[in-house]
């Protein structure tokens, strides 16, 4: 009898979930976008109880689409965005919004840590940067801003462990999720403590869920949440992994062969390895979803959410040109962007929508805007400019490692070959993109395909369910004009550093 399996996505805006069969052919999938709440800036922020309700919708949709008895899902997992904050209360509800991973509230105290030494002393355990947007940085928030909140929580989740917890009845945290929250002590494998107290945050210990692992069954749907999904009660439910991690696996890199590169809301950058680099020259080591292995992690909020924003609000004319024509606005807007060619503007932009690499009070900017600019070569320097900031984390990842054979890509920037293209020019390595529409449920598929005994581990399931099909080679001539535009780029980066802090402090 053949089996399938259920994958759930949260990202940062949008639920997905999916259903493949064991050799990882998506049968049918649902989405549901659950609204951004912002109610000051930057906070970035969802209610949770919708955002359950979302996911209910999407995976009914999702298991009528695939024409399937639900009995016949031998697994479910879920994967989501890293980093934010769900927290549940101990009345067993949602005791605050659930916090997206672009939420910028909390920037102070990664630069109270670095003052006061608290960063220095912790990265000995954590290997990783402290970010704004990590469960760390908000719950100290939350304590100095918001104490009954952390009063009232029972458990402190990742957005995937929520929704697995919704599923199931039962907390876990997972360990890729976690370990890069700065909460985890990542040589020993366990929360700590001491490095709480280190954070001030010391009453959050017994909050924190026990640790699985991605391929761990950490429940079963419970007659509720089958209820309310049409899933089968019973199903077992894996750990799951951070997004990242499932990315990586359905895209085969699972050893230090390859890269993988995430280009979506955020720009995630990330190679496998059997030790952490602790040095403090790559941004975040975290545990990958297989054991004994490391995930080193670059990354920042600045990839092709950057150029959703560029559509939205730029490009009113060309949506209803592409109504006329009967194609989508992407398909119009890629269009646009190959009738330029990478000599023809020299256009510098800043993809800082959500922050930068460095600052998440930064701004996005264009630089050196003429007249004679028109549309297409400011679609095609947002492409670039995207491009370029992943090329800055690149570069610190190939420092750590040997030259990758191929940069394999996901993300929205994936379903473009003309930004595929671009990103071969620029890096200098062939890209790889692959077949499944949904990759990230695709990873946490896998999860619940080894966790149901259907596989052995996920690297018999990622070689049995990963298809590459587009290949883009580096173009000698391009990509020597792109090195002098990724040089002014960098010069205009350096150059307004310094400013970000004045518009912090309107």
């Not at 080894?450 to 018999?460: N, T």
């Amino acid at each position: 009898m053949p089996s399938y399996f259920l994958g759930i996505d949260n990202g940062g805006s949008l639920t997905k979930a999916a259903v493949f069969d064991e050799r990882g052919t998506q049968l049918a999938a649902a989405s549901r976008r659950v609204p951004v709440l912002s109610p000051e800036p930057g906070f970035v922020e969802r209610d949770m109880d919708r955002l359950w309700q979302a996911n209910c919708a999407a995976i009914a949709e999702a298991i009528a689409a695939a024409a399937l008895d639900p009995a016949a899902i031998r697994g479910i997992a879920c994967t989501g965005h890293g980093k934010g904050l769900y927290l549940w209360g101990e009345d067993e509800k949602p005791v605050y919004n659930g916090i997206v991973s672009t939420d910028t509230r909390a920037w102070k105290y990664p630069e109270l840590w670095a003052r006061d030494g608290t960063a220095a002393k912790v990265y000995g355990k954590t290997f990783q940067s402290i970010l704004a947007c990590q469960p760390v940085s908000l719950l100290r928030w939350l304590k100095e801003y918001e104490p009954r909140v952390l009063e009232r929580t029972k458990w402190v989740f990742e957005v995937k462990d929520y929704i697995r917890f919704r599923l199931t009845g039962e907390a876990y945290a997972e360990i890729t999720d976690y370990s890069g929250s700065s909460l985890m002590n990542l040589r020993e494998g366990r929360f700590d403590r001491e490095l709480l107290e280190d954070f001030g945050l010391a009453e959050v210990f017994d909050l924190l869920p026990p640790l699985r692992g991605s391929t761990e069954i950490c429940g079963r749907v419970s007659p509720e949440a089958a209820a309310a999904t049409g899933l089968a009660a019973g199903t077992p439910v894996a750990g799951g992994m951070f997004d990242i991690d499932a990315c990586a696996a359905a895209t085969g890199v699972l050893d230090d062969a390859n890269l993988c590169v995430v280009a979506g809301t955020w720009s995630i950058n990330e190679r496998v390895a059997a030790e952490p680099v602790t040095d403090g020259s790559v941004m975040m080591n975290s545990l990958f979803c297989l054991p004994g292995l490391y995930l080193l992690e670059e990354s920042s909020p600045t990839s092709a959410a950057n150029y959703d924003w560029f559509l939205d609000l730029f490009l009113e004319s060309e949506k209803r040109v592409a109504a006329e024509r009967g194609i989508g606005l992407y398909e119009l807007a890629e269009e646009m962007v190959r009738s330029v060619g990478p000599d023809e503007q020299w256009i510098v932009f800043l993809p800082y929508i959500f922050g930068s690499n460095y600052d998440p009070r930064a701004r996005a900017s264009f630089v050196g805007l003429e007249a004679t600019h028109t549309r297409p070569q400011l679609l095609r320097s947002v492409m670039e400019g995207i491009v370029f900031c992943h090329l800055v984390h690149i570069g610190k990842l190939l420092v750590s490692g040997t030259r990758p054979e191929a940069i394999r890509l996901a993300g929205g920037a994936a379903k473009s070959r003309t930004w595929v293209q671009i990103f071969a020019d620029v890096i200098g390595l062939p890209v790889e993109t692959f077949d499944a529409q949904e990759l990230g449920a695709l990873g946490c598929a896998m999860a619940a395909a080894v966790a149901s005994g259907v596989y052995a581990d996920l690297r018999e399931a990622s070689g049995r369910m990963t298809r590459s099909v587009f290949r883009a080679e580096p173009d000698a001539a391009r990509a020597a004009v792109y090195a002098k535009k990724f040089e002014l780029y960098r010069k205009v980066s350096a150059a307004l550093e310094g400013v970000w802090v004045d518009f912090s402090a309107r």
